[in-house]
């Protein structure tokens, strides 16, 4: 039986616990929602409460953004992260498999030719009409 302790999406963290977990300020939790990557629950008395999974995506937005990735850029990136992630575990909740190829953390092998003149034309020397 699943309860409010196993669900990582149970807005159980305040503002200021949230902060300290995750080591940013309350602007940057307030500034991630209103660039719409989470959207924190309300208390009775108009408190947000945070998820795990929202203390997560926030973490790494923070990471990202440590690298030098704008917040626009980062916030989508972990959008899509997510995405993909829910769409690994419902293949897998479907009995389906997931290949090493899945792996979101392995770059697309690119075509191994790809700098062949097969390609791109080989650089042509430099002529220049002769001067008498």
Do not use: W
């Amino acid at each position: 039986m699943s309860n409010a302790f196993d669900d990582a999406d149970f807005p159980a963290y305040t503002m200021g616990r949230a902060v300290k977990m995750i080591g940013v300020t309350p602007a940057f939790l307030r500034s991630l929602g209103t660039a719409g990557l989470i959207e924190p629950e309300r208390s009775h008395g108009g408190h947000r409460r945070y998820s795990r999974h929202q203390l997560h995506l926030a973490g790494r937005v923070r990471q990202l953004l440590d690298d030098g990735v704008l917040l626009a850029s980062a916030c989508r990136i972990v959008t899509l992260e997510d995405r993909l992630d829910a769409a690994h575990r419902h293949i897998l909740t479907l009995g389906g498999t997931l290949t090493p190829d899945d792996d979101a953390n392995t770059p697309t092998a690119t075509h191994p030719d790809i700098a062949t003149p097969q390609y791109y034309s080989a650089p042509q020397p430099n002529r220049s009409p002769s001067s008498p």
